[in-house]
């Protein structure tokens, strides 16, 4: 799967909203196996947001500029000027991207144009 981002908000709330339900049902039959099947799968999921976030995501140009809506020159020149401050490294004479750490670059204001990034 390379190359692809999941935001977690999305995610963590979809979690938030069926343990709100699972709550219900257990007001309603506190020994249902719905319940636990549930319970099981939220705490799956949470364990599974929790190793996506202390995975490193390195991307291509092109896969950032597609992310972060913005051209490829863009991204190009940001990495030129910004290099390893910008999560930049170039391999084999193609840059690769540390998303995380680009990501926190552009929203923290310390690139061209960053109000667009936000």
Partial sequence: MKGVVIAS???IAALCEVRSEIAT???WSPNSD???????MCNKMDR????????DVWLTIEEVAAL???PRSTISGICRDHKAQAGAHKVK???TIHWPTFEAFVITGQCPNSQEAA
């Fill in 48 to 55: 599974a947001l929790r190793e996506a976030e202390r995975t």
């Fill in 93 to 95: 004479g193609v840059w």
């Fill in 25 to 27: 049902i257990k007001r």
């Fill in 34 to 40: 719905v319940v636990a099947a549930l319970e099981s």
């Fill in 68 to 70: 972060s809506h913005r």
């Fill in 9 to 11: 908000a999305p995610i």
